[in-house]
């Protein structure tokens, strides 16, 4: 092929190519004359659904449920437990221990705990331990009284219980000693810190055998009172709402209530000493009539806190929860049926309960509209 035939068959190719992409863009033109897409662009959403106020449906098909206007009736229902406090361990026994308590048996002042050396040590209870030996030569102190206080529930002490170690003190000491199967020099009048196994308040429960028949050094069990309350935990929230004081129900495993209210909260954040970690806030309810809750024991029950907020005495539009469509942006909306079209209404939600929600905004929604339900 001569150099003047190729430049002519160039030209020809570069001709064809011209013409096929003006006929190619010709035809894009028409499709998107016929097809109008910037329309469809214009009626989307980000999240693809219609932009438009209404849409054509056939709402026959559609589960709706009324708009109501009322007073919601609000309420938390938390898990909780009715519980014992928190158990403490008696000090570490001085000598061998002989004799072991049983796990749950409750003990009132001047029972035995356990045995030590074949001696009974019986239970005394005071805000303090017992720290040194006391005897008719000892300076005065608040231990001498807490000793006096548990000897004369005991009736051995017949004075009034103050802080000084006397003669009458030394009496009561050897009578208490006698009932406890010391005679001789054992029986002389000298009370020893070890004697006695001590608990801030009476009567106890042992919740917890902890050592061997045999073993010296250490605790015998622990302990916990013998009063019930129940204990929930809250949410941050939860507990800079609720205070003591305010009205509570306790729902027992029997499906039986008790109407009473909040004893304390507690905001939480205290260390635990594990790692860092810190206590949840939480809400207790003590029962000073025991009988309703001694018979259930430590076991599973529900706390139900009404909402004595503003809001929640407030007369406002309520819909059920499955009507909420969830946006973008914790915004909120309701589908509403007008005659054939459905058309979504922007709502502000407060208080949730009872699988209801209460509107505190919702532009051109009237009690008795029909709303969507999933």
Request: proline share 5%; hydrophobic share 40%; aromatic share 6%.
């Amino acid at each position: 092929m001569t150099r003047t035939e190729t430049r002519r068959f160039g030209r020809r190719r570069r001709l064809v190519t011209a013409i096929m992409t003006t006929i190619v863009i010709a035809g894009l033109a028409v499709t998107c004359v016929a097809t109008k897409p910037w329309n469809l662009i214009g009626h989307l959403t980000a999240d693809g659904q219609s932009a438009s106020a209404s849409r054509n449906v056939d709402v026959t098909t559609l589960r709706t449920q009324p708009v109501t206007k009322g007073v919601l009736n609000a309420e938390t229902r938390l898990g909780a437990t009715l519980q014992y406090d928190k158990a403490s361990d008696f000090t570490a026994a001085t000598g061998t221990i002989t004799q072991l308590p049983i796990a749950g048996k409750q003990i009132n002042t001047g029972e035995q705990v356990y045995e030590m050396d074949g001696v009974p040590v019986p239970l005394f209870h005071g805000e303090r331990p017992f720290w040194r030996t006391l005897q008719t030569d000892v300076t005065d102190g608040p231990d001498v009284t807490q000793l006096e206080q548990n000897l004369a529930e005991l009736g051995f002490f017949g004075g009034t219980p103050d802080a000084h170690f006397d003669w009458l003190t030394r009496e009561a000491v050897r009578q208490w000693q006698r009932s406890l199967g010391l005679t001789g020099g054992a029986a002389d009048g000298v009370f020893q810190p070890s004697s006695v196994a001590v608990a801030a308040s009476v009567p106890i429960r042992i919740t917890q055998v902890k050592a061997k028949l045999g073993e010296s050094n250490v605790s015998p069990a622990s302990y916990t009172n013998v009063t019930l309350h129940v204990e929930a935990t809250l949410t941050a929230t939860q507990a800079a709402t609720f205070k003591a004081g305010d009205k509570v129900q306790v729902v027992l495993p029997d499906n039986t209530t008790i109407d009473t209210t909040l004893s304390s909260v507690d905001q939480g954040g205290q260390s635990t000493g594990t790692d860092g970690q810190v206590t949840s806030p939480s809400a207790r309810v003590d029962f000073p009539d025991q009988s309703k809750v001694t018979k259930f024991g430590p076991v599973s029950v529900n706390l139900v806190i009404p909402n004595t907020s503003a809001s929640a005495s407030a007369e406002t539009l309520i819909v059920p929860v499955t009507a909420i469509v969830a946006s973008a942006g914790n915004t909120y909306a309701v589908d509403v049926v007008r005659g054939d079209t459905l058309v979504r209404v922007p709502v502000e939600i407060g208080l949730v309960a009872n699988a209801q929600v209460q509107l505190t905004k919702a532009d051109g929604l009237q009690a008795g509209d029909k709303v969507v339900v999933s």
